[in-house]
């Protein structure tokens, strides 16, 4: 028996950063992101013998152990481990052993919400696997949980919902951990515009998430008032956009962005850089209306608007920084799990 696990992985379009505690819990965050067609997966292979074997095929990393021992986090393969040891905790013991497999459609760290995206399959697997009730809220949850409070990985909660939930998502985070998902409702050709329009670039830069955002928490907790007031601006962002997307007013959106990248780099210092900042001045050279960093900054992707035909020029300035465009497409399905005899 196997059972099978993938998990969109995102892309954000507006707020990002106000869905970071303390931020969320004492002002509220509010996010625009989207579901794309790039996935984290899980497998389960149960075995006979009473082993558990952890396998991540895009790092090629692997670990075993005796079934239902807790597992050392001592930095390798720490997301499969942190999932395995709290499902043991409080599912456990395991009557079988089995193999996890994992992989993830996009470098770990790149801004597309990669490792809870993994998470979320991580957990998703689990949950086919041992017949668990849990709703979407109830599974984005628990991925945070072990992501953000077992293993202590800094970061937001918007990543986990995009992956359980799928889809174009305007999301309020509120204090006492409450979320809301809405969908953002747009008509099929406007969504194919916006797909079209928005070209997802990797600028190859190795980046560490977990220093920019330990800032912008500090920065919030020291009453940082420019950055406090640039994470205000960019909640407003994310009204705003989301009734240029409702309205069919694209002509707006790549200015939205950059109202967003100019407020997203005051949060804390090395969201961007140099390099970031050429990449961002050749692309609205070439054509582009606006654009922003994926994630937290510091490297990764970086998404641009290029409206009226301005896609391929702006592509191919973006050649030259040593980078690749990546294409994708939205993806309406969230989480989705099954099993194979």
């Not at 006979?48 to 930095?75: C, H, T």
């Not at 996890?100 to 770990?108: D, Q, S, W």
């Not at 409070?149 to 204090?175: C, H, I, R, V």
């Not at 090395?270 to 994630?295: E, F, Q, V």
């Given at each position: ?9 995102r892309?954000?379009?507006?707020g990002?950063?106000?869905d ?13 992101n ?15 013998e ?30 499969l481990?942190g ?10 013991p ?13 470098p ?10 993994l ?15 849990m ?50 409702i ?5 969504l ?55 309205l ?13 990248f ?7 210092s ?14 609205r ?57």
């Amino acid at each position: 028996m196997v059972f099978r696990s993938k998990a969109p992985l995102r892309i954000g379009l507006a707020g990002g950063g106000t869905d970071v505690s303390p931020y969320s819990e004492i002002y509220g965050g509010a996010v625009i992101n989207a579901a794309i067609s790039h996935f984290a997966f899980a497998n389960i292979e149960l075995l006979q013998e009473k082993k558990v074997f952890l396998y991540s095929s895009d790092r090629n990393a692997g670990f075993q152990a005796p079934l239902n021992e807790i597992l050392p986090i001592n930095g390798s393969l720490d997301l499969l481990k942190g999932m395995y040891n709290r499902i043991l905790r409080e599912y456990g013991p395991f009557e079988q052993g089995f193999r996890l497999t994992t992989a993830v459609e996009a470098p770990l760290g790149s801004g597309l919400g990669t490792s809870s995206t993994l998470m979320v399959s991580l957990a998703g697997v689990f949950k086919q696997m041992l017949r668990l009730t849990m709703d979407n809220y109830q599974l984005a949850h628990f991925a945070f949980e072990v992501e953000r409070k077992d293993l202590s990985f800094t970061g937001g909660k918007q990543d986990q919902y995009a992956a359980a939930f799928g889809g174009l998502n305007y999301m309020e985070f509120l204090p006492g951990d409450r979320v809301i998902v809405e969908p953002v409702i747009i008509s099929p050709d406007h969504l194919k515009t916006l797909e079209n329009n928005l070209v997802l670039y990797y600028t190859s830069l190795n980046r560490e998430s977990s220093s920019i955002i330990n800032e912008q928490q500090q920065n919030v907790l020291n009453n940082n008032q420019s950055s406090i007031e640039a994470m205000h601006a960019l909640k407003e962002q994310s009204k705003i956009m989301h009734d240029a997307l409702v309205l069919g007013h694209f002509q707006d959106i790549g200015m939205i962005l950059d109202f967003g990248f100019a407020n997203k780099k005051r949060m804390a210092s090395h969201i961007s850089n140099p390099l970031m900042d050429n990449i961002y001045t050749a692309a609205r050279k070439a054509g582009s209306t606006g654009g922003k960093i994926s994630g937290a900054g510091g490297g990764g992707f970086m998404i641009f608007y290029c409206p009226e035909g301005t896609r391929d020029k702006v592509c191919d300035a973006l050649l030259k920084f040593g980078g690749y465009v990546k294409p994708f497409t939205f993806s309406n399905q969230g989480l989705t799990t099954w099993e194979e005899k």
